[in-house]
């Protein structure tokens, strides 16, 4: 028994260090995007208050009023990590006092035990907790903080959802596609914490006690993985994340409102000498070459209205932006591969020349459009001109 309980000492100390050290690093660091990381560092610093209870019971004798907030801060939790996906996505995104709604299921939370908990006497607070298990109270708020979880991680999927598919029709940039994918990984890596937290509280209601305290330890170990996972890609790659202005809107949503509003009427001429403008646009002057290209950069050099030029391009044709320009970088690249006085360039020199700046981004652009690799396509163009 006592070596479980140095074990999860080590393991909550080694936690916390690296849960406050990441915050720190977070809140100090000189970027533009100071919104996102502070975010991100009250997350650690609540993820860290909530470990902290192992190491709280050793400093506090018995349960307080203190004690007791400390454990109910992890409803703030996911509201804050949910907040910090908002930052993330959307470029324009700004604190508001809207937001403070956030707090609601924190504030009721402690509101049901006020009565029989804070404002009683510490015998009161004693007999509360040793019969915490029947206590209805108790009973409530961990069915509240389970519900909350669930909607909060249905309203962050649907987030990235929605600012991905965005990203697509308006930007052609590589690097914060790949990004979006590590935000979608990493916060199916903490639902998956977040249900077997709920796992845990299950067993803790029940007569298997000591299961939810293996969970428990299991729990530590695995948010350290996390929590280091995190750190090395945040000082690997400092700028990710920055992305697109929240008041776009969704090309179905546009078609829509068109719809509505009767205004969705084909002139076949006029969408043609658009389609034509626009492909001579790309052809003559190379703009994907640009590898943070926006659909407004296009639609102001070719006087399109963005409007027009993503129904154009994501409806009309049925592609997304970020392909549309990705097709015309690749049908460069494979110029290039073709060029026997260009042989000696790299793939890396190649990807950058086009547009990329993301070799994995461009493997997969290039692999869908040809059915095979740069270096497989590279290497067959030699075997044909033996």
Avoid at 200 to 227: A, H, M, P, R, T
């Amino acid at each position: 028994m006592n070596d479980k309980i140095n074990l999860l000492i080590i393991v909550t100390v080694i936690s916390l260090f690296i849960s406050l050290f990441l915050a720190f690093f977070l809140l100090t660091i000189k970027t533009k995007h100071k919104t996102s990381n502070s975010l991100f560092a009250v997350f650690l610093i609540l993820t860290a208050i909530d470990t902290s209870q192992t190491i709280f019971d050793l400093i506090v004798d018995g349960p307080s009023n203190f004690g007791m907030l400390r454990a109910l801060s992890a409803f703030l939790q996911i509201p804050v990590f949910y907040l910090y996906v908002l930052s993330v996505c959307y470029s324009d995104f700004k604190l508001k006092p809207k937001y403070l709604i956030h707090l609601v299921p924190f504030l009721i939370a402690n509101l049901v035990l006020l009565p029989r908990f804070y404002i009683v006497d510490f015998a009161s607070k004693i007999n509360f907790i040793k019969n915490y298990q029947s206590m209805i109270e108790i009973q409530f708020n961990h069915i509240l903080i389970h519900v909350q979880l669930i909607v909060y991680i249905i309203a962050v999927f649907v987030v990235l959802r929605k600012a991905k598919k965005l990203y697509l029709e308006n930007n052609a940039g590589t690097t914060s596609i790949e990004s979006y994918n590590w935000l979608f990984q990493f916060t199916i890596v903490l639902t998956v914490l977040y249900l077997l937290a709920i796992l845990k509280n299950i067993f803790k209601f029940s007569d298997y006690l000591y299961i939810s305290e293996l969970i428990k330890i299991g729990l530590l170990v695995f948010q350290l993985f996390i929590i280091c996972w995190y750190l090395f890609k945040a000082l690997s790659n400092p700028g990710i994340f920055r992305n697109i202005d929240s008041k776009l809107k969704l090309v179905k949503d546009l078609i829509s409102e068109e719809k509505n509003n009767g205004e969705l009427v084909t002139n076949e001429k006029e969408y043609n000498e658009e389609l034509l403008k626009l492909k001579q646009y790309m052809v003559e002057e190379k703009p994907f070459l640009n590898p943070s290209l926006t659909i407004q950069d296009v639609s102001a050099t070719i006087e399109i209205p963005v409007r027009d030029l993503s129904l154009l391009i994501n409806h009309k044709l049925e592609q997304h932006f970020y392909d549309f320009v990705n097709t015309y970088r690749i049908e460069e690249a494979m110029e290039i591969l073709k060029d026997s006085t260009k042989s000696k360039m790299t793939i890396l020199e190649i990807l950058y020349e086009v547009g990329f700046n993301s070799k994995s981004s461009f493997n997969t652009a290039f692999k869908k459009h040809t059915s095979n690799t740069p270096t497989e396509y590279r290497k067959n163009l030699s075997f044909n001109a033996l």
